[in-house]
Each structure stands twice: as structure tokens, then as C-alpha cells.
């Protein structure tokens, strides 16, 4: 089955047209050969199959594949019929009804019962299926039926073949190394008092020690790899409304690990006084009464972290000679709703990150990069000692929208850094501790970020995730000082004394 | 009018107790005279006014004032009941029916239409109001009618006086200073793009410049304060589940400022596909679909800080010789969803702050807090050289319940550290820009804490908000590094370039 769109509508005009039939007749056989042609192949234009004039109207009814689409079409129609009207006749055209709007596409398998926005019916057809819009002038002023297509063709190739598989490809693998720690490292963790979890779901609280460790961590990619590069701290914000997501992408499908946020729908303390006296007297929180008494969600928890750095920078122009900009932010938590059941520190609902963003021309993005995994082979080789791998994954500005493969720009994409957990044994899954991403234009695409040079402008991000260094670091090396390699010992120093327990 | 219980119940029985009805009488007659005034001053115990045999129960009609309430009277019958029908006629009882329960209270104003869990009906009154209460077996032994009449007892003081006032009464009082600087700080950090503000309300996004600041900050409270005070660090929780504040307190009043979580209601991504395809057909968020698609409020966004932490304590005993015991936290935002119009960095829904716990007994935590007050003030006058004032005021703990005068407690209360700004005028509000709380024996006793002594134990906290920092150390002295002191200026070092525009 070819792609096929069947749109019938109506150009409403400001009085009877009845008297220009003739001009409307020569125009339309001249539009069929002329503008609605344009671009498409030899005889694979749009065509208006029928007309007529009916009361304050002319109806038109357009049949097109995939060049220029039937809803284009009437859009190409409109400003030279007006031309036409409107010098000899003196009739404008008022706007466009759309009556009715179909689309077929090809499709190996029925697609299930799905709701999509001005879609009022699919039906599965002989090789495909048809669609039913309801659509007005609007929705083909800024090209719905395109977006409903292009979701659908998404939805039918996932269907008939799966989805894309992750990509994975190694990049460079350090030596193998002897173990000589094989245990659970967030177990063992709480066996000596380090950490306890939290009373929220993924959520630790860190002890004395384990906060040590993590300040140390912390302190080796200020000092080794921060302050030698030149980047400068800033604190980002870490509750994002639905605009960040929507310029970044992150709207297109981050939905089902968002922890979303509500805020109450006034703080008039009258509104509030039932929920209070309702806790005061049963001591139970009602939820299901707050959960009507607070507004729908205005974004979520902090999920990637660098998103909202962008609306720093959203809609300005830059000096050339400033690029590349490096900045970095640890200036709180994020959040992901994880998968269920118990899991240790290496998956983690709450967790810590220093996240770092750099931005300039497609070069001085890819050089920053490098930079950045010279730092990290040496932080991960001479100071922790680690065995560890680097791959070059699907990226996670895709993953993160829902999508997998690779990156059509490409040198752009993400590097996984992944750690061997020696107590999952030798064929045990690697933990990612750390990725480098260079994200192409996406973000200065997305918040509009402009080179005075007018060059495009690519960007790069790179998260340090604290738990997750913790997990691959204390998996392979234990928590007893003497196995660590000398270069963490001194510089985490003595570990501190916990809360003692009787 | 005086404050009186009605109860009409029976006691439920495995059996016709007709032949037992002597007994009965004879026990009724006496209960009245010793059960029934056990601990209430002469003449002022309850009371059953009526009884008789109903099918298989006993009715009685209870009446009391507030020293033995019908409802522990009830509950209090029920033992020594059982008793003489179980010896003598091998009858059980089997639990308590509740058919009417009435409580009539003193109030000198009527009361607007309110609802009370288990109050079905409140009717004002000659002199007061009737309350009545639909309640059973559990609710008596919950005691739940108590629960009701302190809240309403509250909400008629409330009414009949008005709250008490807000405390306020100064302690300490630097001398005047002469300030250069009279700009207001948030505009000039905006003019000299050291901050933007973020997406999200009450929000900012700080530059290398700002950023700089805030850490620089935080180092002085660190160098001169937590590290020779011999604070530890650790990590607390950010987002706050419902138990947290059950057991801090704050799930009496603090809902009308919270910033609610909610979590998916399942990861599912085919559970989130309209939500997907409608964003991506639209490029609108479907918050309305949204708000269907995520659970309860399973609590919120960091508030006060130290709550989460006596997680990490809670139900343990601790070592006598380990207090006491001082922590602090620096790793995340706090959100609170102040009130609307465009404020500066003064007042903020997501801020900044280093939160200091310490715990011991209550002349440890009252020692504790005088070293801080004594640090701080070297800080605040001998490092930033501010003008300040510091005041005991209604406890934080309180006012965040929605209480107002001072704790019962005496030497438990808030120390607030105010400051002028002088954009604001001669006459302007100072800014509170830190506190020094003693906390009582509240959190160890919320979160069940020991001490191995058995000695009642206490805590204290203290909030170091960097927003509040900057609002009145730069309305001070504004953005000039030539007007700020030498021991503050050596620590900043030279202000980082910003991020610039064209």
C-alpha cells in the first residue's frame, strides 16, 4: 500500500463565487499541473478530483501520496484562488473547513486500539491502516496531520519490526584486574554503619563515612579534571516545569520514571483547614482529599539534570571568542521513579551527581570530549584504580525520548563508562558509573542558543554519578581502607567515626 | 456552660444476659460510686444515667464532664463487666455498639460550617456547641472523641480570642552601621548577570558570579564554624514522605507551602502512550491526563531539612558517651510554595542551605547552641561585618504547625538573625537571614530516639539559608568588591567571569 491522503474541504468565501465558475474551473485544472505539483516526482502531486461551488463556498476534494500532501495542498490552493477572486470578483476567501480527512498507510500488522489526538477513528485495512482526522484550518496551518503521521509510521515500525535494538559498541577496556573484594558493597554498607536507607522508595541516608566518601569523589573531579579545565560552577534549578522538558525533549517521552510535582491550588489556610483537622483527629495524611486540593503538575524532579542550565542561555546570542562555555552544577538531587523491588545504591531513586555542560562550535565540543575522557582514564586508571570499559551507546538524549539506534548527526552520541561488579560473578552484568555525551545541536537547537559568528552551535554533557561511583569503586576495592589504592586513601583521609547503635 | 459527654452504647453478648440482670444492677449502682469517679474530684465523675436488656446487649446511657469522659467510662465498664457475667453465667461479651455520641462544649461564638472526621452534625448552642460524633469500638479506644475535642477546642479559642500573637522580643543588637550601598541586591545581581530567573516560580538560575558567592559562604561556615565545632557531614533525604512529617509534626499545618510529589502511577510505557502521542501530535503537555495518570501525594519537597535525618536515628538507643551528637547537610534545594507576585532572592520557592542537627541532653543541646550563637556572631561581625539584630521568636516547630506563642518548654524556642536592608528604607522589615532553634525533646520523642542513660534527650537545629545570606550581605554592601570587608573579600577571591550575551 503507497501513503495515500483523501482530504475534503471547502474554501469559505464572503460571497456567492457562482459567478467566477469558469475562472475557479481554469484555475483548478491550472493548479493541478502547476502548484500542486511542485517538488513531487512526475505524476505524484496532489490533485483535486472534484469540485463545487455550494452556497458561500467551493468545495474541493484533494487526493495525494507523500510529496505534497493533500492538507498542503489546499494550503498551496488558497492565496492564488484568493488572487484570482478577489481582483476580478471581489470576493475574499474567509478561511477553510475541512470536512473530511483520511490517510492510508501501509502496515503489516493491526495496530490495537489506540487514542490519538484528532484522530476520531483507525481501521485496519487491506495492507494497512486508515486513518480519520478531525481537523480544522489550524491544524493544517501548523502541520498536524504531518505529526500524526510521523507518530504513527513510529508506532508501525516498532510494530512490524521491533524496536531498533540499544546500540553498543566498546571503545577501549582496561587490563583485567584480580579482585580481591567479592561482596555487596551497599550490604556491606550498611553492615558497617555507613548508610541506612531512607523512609522513601530508592532513598539512602548517608552516614558520616559514606558522606566522606562521596565529598571525596566529589573533590578528585574538582581537582583533577574541573578546576584544570577551566570550568566554572553554577547552581542549576532542580524542580523543571513542562517548558524545560518541551525544549529539551525530554516531553517526547521521560513520562513513565518522572516524579511529578504539584503545587498546592492556593495557600489560603481556610482551603487547607479539612485536610489538617482530618490529620489532627484520625492521624492519618488524607491523600485522596489532597490529591483534589493540589493543581496538575507543573514539571517534575530533577531527571537529566542539565536541562535547566539551558534557560540560562535560552534565546541569546554569545561572543565567538567565548566558546567553548564549560560550566558544571552539584547543587542538589535528582529523581527517578525506578523499577520496583529492592535494589542497592546502584539503582537509586534519589541520587547525586555532578553534572557538567559544555557548548561551542561542532570542534570545540568533540575536543572538549576528549579532554574530558583524558581526565577520567586518569582519575579512573591512577587514582581509583579501577577495571573498567568505555562504549559508544545509543545516546541518551535518544534513550531518553524513547528512541534507540544512534544519533543521525555522526559524531555525536554517548560514551558509557562501565565497571565490572565482581559479586555478580564473571559473567555478571557491568554497571554504566559514568557516561561523556556529545549531544550535536539539540540544545541550541531547542532553546535557541545562537554563535555571533552565526556557526551552529553543538553542546556536550557528562554526568558523575556519586552512587555509582560508590558502587563500582567499593565493589571491586571493599570498604577497608588498606585494600584502597593509595591515591584515594590519602585523599579521603581517616574515615570518619558513624553513629554508633547499642 | 460546662463541657459534657452523652453516650448511648451497649455492650454486645454471646448470649441473652436477662439472668443476669440482678448482677447487672447491682454492679451499675456500684460502678457509679467507684469505676465511674476513679481519679475525677468529688461529685464530677461519669455517670450511667439509664440502662436496660435489649436482645443480646446491655444499653447504657453515659453521661460525664471532662474528668472521666463517657467514652473511657464505656471502655473502662467493659472488664470488670465481663468479668461478673463470664464467672457466674459463662456469658462474653463481645464488643462495643456506639449509638449516640453528643459532646456539648463552651464556645462564645458561633462556628462556621466545618467538617470533622466522625462529627456528623455541630449545632451551635446556647453558650457553646453540640457536637455529634459517629463513632465505634476502635475509635473509643483511639480515643479518638479526645482528638476532636482538642481540635475543636483549639478552633473555638482560635475564634473567641483571635491567635496568640507572633513572639518577638530582641536579644542582641550590633551597633548601627553606615551603609554606601542602597540598590536592591537581587535587581543589581540581575543587571550584572550574576543570576537569571529559572522556568519554574520563586526560581533562579546563578551564574560562575553568584555561584561563586554561595560557596564561598558555605566555606566560611565550614572553616569557621563546622570544622572546629567538630560537625560531621551527611546526606538527608530531599524528598519527604508523608511518615517523615507524621513524625516531625509538620503533617499538622504545613500543606498550604508544600511542593506535593506524586509518583506514576506504573512504569508502564504503554500506560503513558496517549500521554506520549498527545505531546507529540500537539507539542501541549496533557497535565489534565497527566494528573488521572499519577498516584496520591506520596509527600513533598524538602521543607525544613532536618526532618529526614532523624530517620537515621529513629527507634535506636545511642551510647550515653556519644553526645552529643552534631550533624549537618549541604546536598540539595528546599522548596516552599511562598506566596504569589514577584519576589527577589530574598523569597524564594527553591533556595539554598546548609542545615545543622545536634542532639544530646538538654544541657548539651542548650552548650551546643550557645557555641553556634558565639560563632556566628564572629562571623557576622568580624567576616561580612553586617548590621544585625538577633531575637527570641515563636519556634519554628510551632509556627510551622500553625501554633504561634512560645514553647511550654522553657528554655526550647528559635533565635531568629535579622538585618536591615537599606533598599528597603529606615522603617523597612529586616530580613531574618538565619536561626538558632532548641528544639526541646520534640524530634527525639517524634522519632523515638534514646539516650543508653535513659536521660531525656534534645535537639537543635539551625538553618544557614544562602539566598538570605546574599539578600542582606550584598543589600549591605552591594556587588563591589571594593566595598566589601577584607576578610570576606580574600575568601571570595577575584568574582569569575559571567556568562555574556551580546
Redesign the interface.
Known amino acids: 500500500m503507497e501513503l495515500k491522503f483523501n482530504l475534503k474541504g471547502a474554501f469559505k468565501t464572503s460571497a456567492d463565487p457562482s459567478g467566477a465558475k469558469d475562472v475557479i474551473a481554469q484555475y483548478i485544472a491550472e493548479a493541478n499541473e502547476t502548484t500542486l505539483t511542485k517538488g513531487a516526482p512526475e505524476g505524484q502531486g496532489a490533485k483535486i478530483t472534484e469540485w463545487s461551488i455550494v452556497e458561500n463556498s467551493i468545495e474541493v476534494t484533494i487526493e495525494s501520496g507523500r510529496f505534497v500532501r493533500a492538507h498542503d495542498a489546499m494550503i498551496r490552493l488558497r492565496k492564488p484562488l484568493a488572487g484570482k477572486l478577489g481582483k476580478e470578483f471581489h470576493i475574499g476567501i474567509r478561511g477553510i473547513d475541512v470536512k473530511e480527512f483520511t490517510i492510508e498507510m501501509p502496515a503489516e500488522e493491526e495496530l490495537d486500539n ?5 484522530v476520531t477513528n483507525i481501521t485496519n485495512v487491506e495492507g494497512g491502516i486508515k486513518l480519520e482526522l478531525e481537523v480544522g484550518e489550524s491544524e493544517l496551518e501548523n502541520r ?1 496531520p504531518d ?2 503521521l ?2 504513527m509510521e513510529e508506532k508501525v515500525k516498532a510494530k512490524d519490526y521491533g524496536g531498533k535494538a540499544e546500540h553498543w559498541q566498546i571503545l577501549w577496556e582496561s587490563e583485567k584486574k584480580e579482585h580481591t573484594f567479592h561482596g555487596d558493597p551497599t550490604q556491606e554498607m550498611m553492615k558497617e554503619g555507613w548508610i ?1 536507607r ?4 530508592g ?6 563515612q ?3 566518601m ?2 571525596t569523589f566529589e573533590r578528585i573531579v574538582l581537582e583533577e579534571l574541573l578546576e584544570p579545565l577551566g570550568y ?15 525544549k529539551s525533549g525530554h ?3 521521560v ?10 491550588k ?4 481556610e ?13 492519618e ?1 488524607p ?2 482529599l ?2 483534589e ?2 493543581g ?4 517534575g ?1 530533577c531527571y537529566a539534570q542539565c536541562p ?2 539551558w ?3 535560552q534565546g ?4 565567538t571568542e ?1 566558546f567553548p ?1 564549560k ?1 558544571f552544577d552539584r ?3 535528582s ?1 527517578r ?1 525506578e ?1 520496583g523491588g529492592i535494589h542497592g545504591m546502584e539503582r537509586v ?2 541520587f ?1 551527581r555532578v553534572e557538567i555542560v559544555w557548548l561551542g562550535t561542532k570542534e570545540q565540543v568533540i575536543a572538549t570530549a576528549k579532554e574530558l575522557h583524558e581526565k577520567y582514564m586518569h582519575i579512573f586508571n591512577e587514582i581509583l584504580d579501577l577495571e573498567w570499559r568505555k562504549a559508544w551507546v545509543t545516546p541518551w538524549f535518544m534513550a531518553q525520548e ?1 528512541l534507540t539506534g544512534l544519533s543521525e548527526q555522526g559524531e555525536a552520541g554517548t560514551t558509557d563508562y562501565e565497571a565490572p561488579l565482581p559479586y555478580r560473578g564473571e559473567d555478571g552484568e557491568w554497571l554504566e558509573f559514568q557516561n561523556v555525551s556529545i549531544n550535536g545541536n539539540k540544545y541550541p537547537s531547542g532553546f535557541n542558543v545562537k554563535c ?1 559568528s552565526g556557526e551552529e552551535l553543538w553542546s556536550g554533557c557528562s554526568g558523575v554519578g556519586l552512587e555509582r561511583w560508590a558502587s563500582a569503586f567499593f565493589a571491586q576495592k571493599g570498604l577497608d581502607p588498606e585494600n584502597w589504592p593509595e591515591e584515594f586513601r590519602k585523599r579521603a583521609g581517616k574515615v ?2 558513624g ?4
Open positions: 489506540i487514542r490519538i489526538p484528532h498536524i505529526r500524526i510521523t507518530l541506612k531512607g523512609a522513601s522508595r532513598q539512602w541516608i548517608h552516614g558520616p559514606s558522606t566522606r562521596f565529598r566554572r560552577e553554577m547552581i542549576f534549578p532542580k524542580l523543571v516545569p513542562w517548558e524545560v522538558w518541551q516531553a517526547k517521552g513520562y513513565p520514571e518522572i516524579y511529578y510535582v504539584c503545587p498546592p492556593t495557600r489560603d489556610p482551603y487547607w483547614e479539612e485536610v489538617i483537622d482530618h490529620y489532627k483527629v484520625t492521624h495524611v491523600t485522596e489532597i490529591k486540593k493540589i496538575e503538575p507543573i514539571g524532579l535547566p542550565f534557560m540560562y542561555v541569546e546570542t554569545i561572543p567565548d562555555i560550566v547543587s542538589g538531587t529523581h521513579y523499577s531513586d534519589e547525586h524513547g555571533q570518619p567515626e553513629i554508633n547503635f547499642l
